[in-house]
């Protein structure tokens, strides 16, 4: 018998669940097809989103250097070229604009709806402004790598437009995890561009906008101390308890009433599910437009529909928390995911899927990351290296260890040259 499985979704999720399916073999009786549907054909490795967009690669005659291909493959990876081995595995470029439950078919724009025996929907998030009134037409996301390529290119034509006896000024609205590892990057590209551009480096400024009074939310009050004093020292200056009430032209309007002027304005405070949720009928949303799941990562009520990473509303039940739209939250849940499908094919029982608490590793400038796991707190250097030997290990769950060392190499090298 075969079992067609359609996984909406080639993120960090989606893309390990095809991955972990297409290397099982179900017995003489149970023959699985697994049909991956992902509107761009590429798979986006966001941690290194802020390395892209702070990337000063000057072009040469007109040409783009090898750097920049170095660049782009060491955040977006073809998914075809990932499952290139794997026969039971086919990539479909499409748009899903919504699925019907009942009779077991996902709806695409141009194409035929496909049919499925299990579905799992990783569809991943999308920028959330919190209807904050000019933020979507001003403000510049980073949340794909072409988010990351605007932003790059809008700060080096703000260095270009300015007055040279104007200060460059850059906000970014947020100060979590993006915000803070964007903000650590930008200092060193901004100084760059000071040189190229024939400006004193410190006629550049970023400043973070966060409504705590705190930055990265969620972490240890320590880790918030750390992180702030090694942004402070790189350059960056902090506007704390300011929730952002609108942006109109060039300035920031804060609920105080007070006003920001920035040249380039990056937001990164807030994600929600992919706006596909919002076509759903039937299924349960939650917070954020997420899809409800039970604690086998089923999509309340349907028995063989699954949700995986930030497109799902999953709570941990030992702290009654919302876990995170986070890649290692994705990831895991897809190792769970991956096994309740093959369980539902053998006619087992599912297991309940268990969160884990991995801590974090962000990256603050150079070779610098604060690390926090397992009541272990280290700075430096050190987990820095960590976080590249957990990048080179992802890939090659994904790609294999040799072109997993290529791609890691060759993304290294560019970020290296470029600190």
Request: glycine residues 10%; hydrophobic residues 45%; proline residues 4%.
């Amino acid at each position: 018998m075969v079992h067609e499985i359609v996984i909406v979704g080639g993120g960090f999720g989606g893309a390990r669940i095809a991955k972990i399916l297409s290397k099982w073999s179900g017995g003489s009786r149970h023959h699985i097809n697994i049909t991956l549907i992902d509107k761009s054909r590429y798979h986006t490795f966001y941690p290194n989103l802020y390395e892209v967009a702070t990337a000063h690669i000057p072009e040469i005659f007109g040409h783009l250097p090898l750097d920049f291909f170095n660049l782009k493959s060491s955040a977006v990876y073809p998914l075809e070229d990932i499952f290139l081995d794997d026969l039971n595995v086919s990539v479909l470029e499409g748009e899903v604009v919504g699925v019907d439950f009942k009779k077991n078919k996902v709806r695409l724009k141009n194409s035929p709806a496909l049919s499925y025996d299990i579905l799992v929907l990783a569809a991943g998030s999308e920028t959330n402004y919190f209807n904050i009134a000019g933020m979507g037409q001003n403000a510049l996301p980073l949340k794909v790598f072409f988010d990351a390529l605007e932003v790059r290119n809008a700060i080096d034509e703000a260095f270009f437009r300015v007055p040279k006896n104007h200060i460059v000024k850059i906000a970014i609205g947020g100060g979590g995890f993006t915000g803070c590892e964007l903000a650590g990057e930008l200092i060193g590209y901004m100084k760059k561009l000071a040189r190229v551009h024939g400006r004193p480096e410190y006629y550049g400024e970023c400043m973070i906008i966060e409504a705590a009074e705190n930055l990265l939310g969620g972490a240890s009050p320590s880790l918030q101390k750390k992180a702030k004093a090694r942004l402070e020292k790189l350059g960056v200056k902090f506007k704390f308890k300011s929730p952002i009430h609108g942006v109109e032209g060039q300035e920031v309007i804060l609920e105080n009433g007070s006003k920001i002027p920035y040249d380039v304005l990056v937001w990164t405070a807030g994600v929600k599910a992919n706006d596909l949720t919002k076509s759903f009928f039937g299924v349960k949303l939650e917070k954020n437009s997420c899809v409800a799941a039970d604690k086998t990562l089923r999509v309340l009520p349907y028995e063989n529909v699954f949700g995986v990473g930030d497109i799902t509303y999953c709570v941990d039940e030992a702290t009654g928390k919302v876990l995170p739209m986070t890649a290692s939250v994705a990831i895991r849940e897809a190792k769970y995911v991956a096994e309740n499908i093959k369980r539902i094919i053998l006619k087992k029982p599912l297991i309940n899927y268990k969160p884990h608490q991995a801590g974090f590793i962000i990256p603050l400038g150079g070779k610098y990351a604060l690390l926090e796991s397992h009541g272990i707190r280290l700075s430096g250097f050190l987990p820095w290296i960590v976080k590249q030997m957990i990048t080179l290990h992802y890939w090659a769950t994904l790609v294999g260890w040799i072109k997993a060392f290529r791609l890691w190499k060759s993304g290294l090298e560019t970020y290296l040259e470029n600190d």
